[in-house]
């Protein structure tokens, strides 16, 4: 199965940059394989460029389109392309400690794991125009020289 992270790290197709211990890729992607199953060792938020995809869990099925994103836990991963044509998706690998401090203080997220609700390894995201906005300004870094600080 394919380490996900790696492969994209390592691979100089892809356009990326590192800021601290994110990584953050514009994939560009055919999606030629349907379904593609995946591993990753990071967290990671996608949000939606151009296509689609559908992400396939035990327990439920997610599509996301243009404009769509959602962070997606580390493990393993099926996805399905949906649309003909080029698949592009800003993403965005997070380290643990990342997660671990938002959760530390977020106390919608700690009501929710109190309640003894299983969170799926694929979290859909409600887009305010602001969040729409950074992913568009992160994407304007991938044309500059020098990654920013």
């Known amino acids: 199965m394919l380490n996900f992270y790696d492969y994209l790290k390592t691979n100089r197709a892809f356009r990326k940059f590192e ?30 460029i151009r296509g689609g995809a559908r992400w396939k ?12 994103a959602a962070f997606l836990k580390k493990g393993a991963h099926r996805v399905f392309k949906i649309l003909t044509g080029e698949f592009c998706a800003l993403l965005i690998f997070t380290p643990d400690s990342f997660i ?7 106390i919608r997220i700690n009501q929710v794991r109190s309640l003894g609700k299983e969170v799926d390894s694929v979290i859909p995201l409600f887009l305010s125009q602001s969040l729409h906005d950074y992913f568009h300004s992160v994407l304007n870094f991938f044309s500059e020289s020098l990654p920013p600080s």
């Open 19 to 48: 800021v601290d211990e994110l990584l953050f890729s514009a994939y560009d992607c055919p999606l030629e394989e349907s379904p593609l199953d995946y591993w990753v060792d990071k967290n990671y938020f996608c949000y939606i």
């Open 57 to 68: 869990t035990p327990k439920n099925e997610y599509t996301l389109q243009v404009g769509d």
């Open 100 to 106: 671990k401090s938002v959760v530390k203080d977020d």
